[in-house]
């Protein structure tokens, strides 16, 4: 799973994935690919994965790279995933250094607050627009 600045650098974490499964000599493999930033829980597919999980379908769940599922929590989802009988495959190993990943953290929050904002703006422009077009309806003056 990727946010939209990664879109394009998808379709390298799939061949990677692929490339992965056939080394492995996995069958019955499913691939999910969804946009979407890591901080977003409800994400359709992410949500979508999660019910097959939690009923015991799913044998196993390979990664690129843990950030792309989510932002944080892994560990958490990591152990409920295995708690259901899942097991936990993460490609990219790499970690950052605590100072770094503190940074990257954090730009992560404050780009998902700013795009709400934006998002409220917009929301606030359209809001204004609709009422300056609509009628107006004078009110009854008291007597």
């Known amino acids: 799973m990727a946010g939209a600045a990664q879109k394009p ?10 490339e992965s499964v056939v080394a492995k000599g996995l069958a019955n493999v499913v691939f999910v690919e969804e946009v979407g930033g890591g901080l977003a829980c409800k994400r359709r597919r992410f949500v979508a994965l999660m019910d097959p999980i939690g009923r015991r379908e799913v044998k196993g769940w390979i990664l690129a790279c843990r950030d792309r599922l989510t932002r944080f929590g892994f560990g958490w989802l990591e152990h409920d995933v295995r708690a259901n009988g899942c097991d936990v495959l993460v490609l ?23 795009s709400r904002l934006d998002g409220l703006r917009n929301f606030r422009k359209n809001l204004d627009e609709a009422l300056n077009t609509c009628p107006r309806i004078p009110l009854p003056r008291p007597a």
Do not use: A, I, Y
């Open 9 to 18: 650098d998808l379709g390298n974490q799939r061949k990677v994935l692929e």
């Open 92 to 114: 990219n190993q790499e970690r950052l250094s605590p100072e770094r990943g503190m940074v990257e953290d954090l730009m992560t929050v404050v780009h998902c607050f700013s």
